[in-house]
């Protein structure tokens, strides 16, 4: 699913749908089968099994098939099934055929609209009006889903470790704090941090809801992100069998888990691609590699590693092509399966083992990026560059990129510092982005500077290494303190609107999804670590203002809760970061808000506000019962003016030590007026009490 945007506005789910470009709802991920034709297939023996498998070849001709084989088989199923079941109108599921069911302790909710009760273990199959038996379906379903979580939970056993580390590498001892409280939020440490324990509960959740039906646009299967229910269809369990295990229904449980895939990552991440990686677990599943449509980028990084193009390898396989009817030369597939076994192999353990722990490990960042970079495999390429070398050039090739090293290092830091984030805007329902993403910009950069597609290949592996890899982990300073905040803004939008109640253009099923509590603690999170940005910004501004140089790389401590923002950025002039000699004089200033100790310092010889303050260069003022000063003023040389900095607290008067607030001013006086200012007194008010304030 591509990256969804301003769908909120949306006058209807419709326009919603046209507006991100996608087939399905925001909230809708598919399963998507290829096209097919034929009969079904026809056996004279007694089956036993349930009546939407019997159309299937008997289990031991499934068993002894081909890869190519199976293909044929699950695409031969598709046409006669829609032919039969399609149906564009509304099905109510009222008095429908149901069932409660225990998998792995979690009770599923089983809807079968096709099918209505007729008595003693017998049910009505509408379509074609003739009475099955309920128990081969239930003992096929329940064996089916169960199989799937199994499947499901096999290929995620590992990645708690996995992510786990990453968390602890990132805010070292988070597990030793994660149930800290974060003060005033209702939300802990962990809330931020995000380790995980993933059971396989969590793959079919507790009231889990499945549908077992058709659906009228031909899909194998649909889950609704974060309403945990589940659309699989009989399409989906024939192809399944044919598989052999439950791969359709496994790629839904990982959408379908909240832990993987949830509120706000859907609005960056190529969740598709995450879910696929369980996909090609089943490496004699071929066509998964070389044509479904959720893995175009794990080909095009095999193409430009490993030289192997699941393009060319799908021509070659085609012998002769008659609109929709195709014949396949099996002998090549074959010749080719060791080549596609390997790449399979090799994205698989990039994904599993280092993309995805990493990008659960350290989300809110990882979002931030992909926002900024306009890229949503970014972990992908990411994992890949840290890994594998490009493919090897031909020695003219590699003589010029060897030769022009610091030159293309020069033009991979020359796009970095040019880059702006583009902008998406929709029109009449269209989704454009205006400006070059930075994948873009650097292939740009790369031709005009005359390299060919395969040196562009790998000068983009160096940009990727170079900008984003630092030794061993990831260079979270990738991202410039405003970079981070002009992706987090990017997605919070979207999620402001998706949690605004009185948004009455939300979709309905943005409204359910926004009332859950775990998505509402998510925002909430998610919300504390925006601000946490801002005052990191204000910060840095301050500090820079002051003529100070301070490092505006984004740093993973911003978002540990333990970090006092206000001290990573130090707005204070050098001298006075230590103050240890006694006041010059501690002056009690008394006001309606209560009384204000105001402490003046001496600390560098010459140095002054103005030449009636007697030498003073520094001043803290203190509201009683404070330990953190409400303002701070300190003199500066003739280049950079003497500031003030000004907490007015919120709702009031606090001490968190956040300065809203920077002025220059020229005496000692106007702090005293300032201080006054806290409260009402002689028409003077918080904000208001300087003669010529200036905002910076």
Same mark, same amino acid.
């Given at each position: 699913? *591509?990256?969804l *945007?301003?769908?909120?506005?949306?006058a209807?789910?419709?326009?919603?749908?046209?507006?991100?470009?996608?087939?399905?709802?925001?909230n809708?991920?598919?399963?998507t089968?290829?096209a097919?034709?034929?009969?079904p297939?026809q056996?004279?023996?007694?089956?036993?099994r +349930?009546?939407?498998?019997?159309?299937?070849?008997p &289990? %031991?001709?499934?068993?002894a098939m081909t +890869?190519l084989q199976?293909?044929?088989?699950?695409?031969?199923?598709?046409?006669?099934?829609?032919?039969?079941q399609?149906?564009p109108?509304?099905?109510?599921?009222?008095?429908?055929?149901?069932a409660?069911?225990? /998998?792995?302790?979690s009770t599923?909710?089983?809807?079968l609209?096709f099918?209505?009760?007729?008595g003693?273990g017998?049910w009505?199959? @509408?379509?074609?009006?003739?009475l099955?038996?309920s128990q081969?379906i239930?003992?096929d379903?329940?064996?089916?889903?169960?199989d799937?979580?199994?499947l499901a939970?096999?290929e $995620?056993?590992?990645?708690?470790?996995r992510t786990?580390?990453?968390? =602890?590498r990132?805010f070292?001892n988070?597990?030793?704090?994660?149930?800290t409280?974060? +003060?005033g939020?209702? !939300?802990?440490?962990n809330?931020i941090f995000?380790l995980?324990d993933?059971?396989?509960?969590?793959?079919?959740?507790?009231?889990?809801?499945i549908?077992f039906a058709?659906? %009228?646009?031909?899909i194998y299967?649909?889950?609704?992100?974060?309403?945990n229910?589940?659309l699989?269809?009989?399409d989906?369990r024939?192809?399944?069998?044919i598989?052999?295990?439950a791969w359709?229904?496994?790629?839904?449980?990982v959408?379908?888990?909240?832990?993987l895939?949830n509120?706000p990552?859907l609005?960056e991440?190529?969740?598709e691609? &995450?879910?696929y990686?369980?996909d090609?677990?089943n490496?004699?599943n071929?066509?998964l590699?070389?044509?479904?449509?959720?893995?175009?980028?794990?080909? %095009?990084?095999a193409?430009?590693y490993?030289?192997?193009d699941?393009s060319?390898?799908?021509?070659?396989?085609?012998?002769?092509?008659?609109?929709n009817?195709i014949e396949?030369?099996?002998q090549?597939?074959m010749?080719?399966a060791?080549?596609i076994v390997n790449?399979?192999?090799?994205?698989?353990?990039?994904?599993m083992e280092k993309? !995805?722990?990493?990008? &659960?490990?350290?989300?809110?960042?990882?979002?931030?990026?992909?926002?900024?970079?306009?890229?949503?495999?970014?972990p992908?390429?990411?994992?890949?560059a840290?890994?594998?070398n490009?493919?090897?050039?031909?020695?003219?090739?590699?003589?010029k /990129?060897t030769q022009?090293r610091?030159?293309i290092?020069r033009?991979?830091?020359n796009?970095r510092?040019?880059?702006?984030?583009?902008?998406v805007?929709?029109f009449f329902?269209?989704?454009?982005?205006r400006g070059?993403?930075?994948?873009?910009?650097?292939y740009? *950069?790369?031709?005009?500077?005359g390299?060919?597609?395969?040196?562009?290949?790998?000068i983009?592996?160096?940009?990727?290494?170079?900008?984003f890899?630092?030794?061993?982990g990831?260079?979270?300073?990738?991202?410039?303190?405003?970079?981070?905040?002009?992706?987090?803004?990017?997605?919070m939008?979207?999620?402001?609107k998706?949690?605004? =109640?009185?948004?009455?253009?939300r979709?309905?099923?943005? @409204?359910?999804?926004?009332?859950?509590?775990?998505v509402?603690?998510?925002?909430a999170?998610?919300q504390?670590m925006?601000?946490?940005?801002?005052?990191a910004?204000r $910060?840095?501004?301050i500090?820079e203002n002051a003529?100070r140089?301070?490092?505006?790389?984004?740093?993973?401590?911003?978002f540990?809760p333990r970090t006092?923002?206000?001290?990573m950025?130090?707005?204070?002039?050098e001298?006075a970061?230590?103050?240890?000699s006694?006041?010059?004089?501690?002056?009690?200033?008394?006001t309606?808000?209560?009384?204000y100790?105001?402490?003046?310092?001496?600390?560098?010889?010459g140095?002054e506000?103005s030449s009636?303050d007697?030498?003073?260069?520094?001043?803290?003022?203190?509201h009683?019962g404070d330990?953190r000063?409400?303002?701070?003023?300190?003199a500066?040389d003739?280049?950079?003016g003497?500031?003030m900095?000004?907490?007015?607290?919120?709702?009031?008067l606090?001490?968190d030590?956040?300065?809203?607030m920077e002025?220059? /001013?020229?005496s000692?006086?106007?702090?005293v007026?300032?201080?006054n200012g806290f409260? +009402?007194?002689?028409g003077?008010s918080?904000g208001?009490?300087l003669e =010529?304030?200036?905002e910076?």
């Open positions: 699913m *591509k990256r *945007k301003n769908f909120l506005g949306a209807s789910l419709a326009a919603a749908m046209a507006a991100t470009g996608c087939t399905y709802v925001i809708v991920y598919s399963t089968p290829g097919g034709t034929g009969a297939h056996t004279q023996q007694i089956d036993e +349930p009546h939407y498998l019997q159309s299937l070849p &289990q %031991e001709v499934i068993d +890869p199976k293909r044929v088989e699950s695409l031969m199923q598709l046409s006669g099934a829609r032919e039969e399609d149906n109108f509304p099905v109510y599921m009222n008095g429908c055929a149901r409660d069911l225990d /998998i792995h302790g599923v909710h089983l809807f609209p099918y209505t009760s007729a003693e017998k009505r199959y @509408r379509p074609d009006n003739t099955v038996d081969p239930l003992a379903l329940e064996a089916v889903f169960e799937a979580v199994n939970y096999e $995620y056993a590992k990645h708690s470790e786990n580390a990453v968390v =602890e990132v070292p988070a597990s030793g704090v994660k149930n409280p974060i +003060p939020t209702g !939300l802990t440490y809330d995000g995980i993933l059971e396989k509960a969590n793959f079919l959740p507790d009231g889990a809801n549908i058709p659906d %009228e646009s031909g299967a649909i889950t609704q992100l974060e309403r229910t589940i699989y269809t009989p989906a024939r192809s399944d069998a598989w052999g295990r359709v229904l496994a790629h839904e449980l959408h379908n888990n909240t832990i895939q509120m990552n609005l991440m190529d969740l691609l &995450q879910a990686t369980l090609i677990a490496r004699s071929l066509f590699f070389l044509k479904h449509v959720y893995g175009s980028q794990v080909r %095009e990084a193409l430009r490993f030289g192997v699941a060319k390898i799908y021509d070659n396989l085609v012998k002769l092509k008659f609109n009817y396949m030369d099996e090549y597939l010749q080719m060791p080549t790449m399979v192999d090799t994205f698989h353990g990039v994904m993309a !995805l722990p990493e990008y &659960q490990g350290f989300m809110p960042w990882w979002l931030m990026a992909e926002a900024y970079f306009r890229n949503d495999s970014l992908l390429e990411v994992g890949a840290a890994r594998f490009p493919i090897t050039l031909t020695p003219q090739q590699m003589l /990129i022009d610091q030159k290092d033009m991979i830091d796009v510092e040019d880059y702006k984030m583009p902008e805007a929709s329902g269209m989704t454009f982005t070059d993403t930075f994948e873009d910009a650097v740009k *950069k790369a031709k005009i500077a390299y060919d597609k395969q040196q562009c290949d790998y983009y592996d160096l940009a990727m290494e170079r900008i890899i630092s030794g061993d990831i260079n979270y300073g990738a991202l410039s303190v405003p970079n981070a905040i002009q992706g987090m803004d990017d997605f939008g979207i999620f402001d998706f949690m605004d =109640e009185e948004n009455d253009e979709p309905r099923f943005a @409204r359910d999804i926004a009332s859950k509590p775990d509402i603690r998510r925002y999170a998610y504390w925006q601000d946490r940005l801002e005052t910004a $910060y840095i501004r500090s003529g140089h301070p490092d505006v790389r984004f740093n993973p401590a911003i540990d006092d923002v206000t001290t950025y130090r707005v204070t002039p001298y970061d230590n103050v240890t006694s006041p010059l004089e501690t002056r009690t200033l008394e309606t808000a209560g009384n100790r105001m402490e003046t310092f001496d600390l560098v010889s140095l506000f009636s007697n030498g003073v260069d520094f001043v803290r003022v203190f009683e330990s000063p409400r303002i701070v003023a300190f500066q003739n280049k950079f003497n500031q900095l000004v907490d007015f607290g919120t709702n009031g606090n001490t030590g956040t300065f809203d002025y220059t /001013i020229d000692l006086n106007q702090v007026r300032m201080a409260a +009402p007194s002689e003077c918080a208001t009490c =010529e304030p200036e910076e």
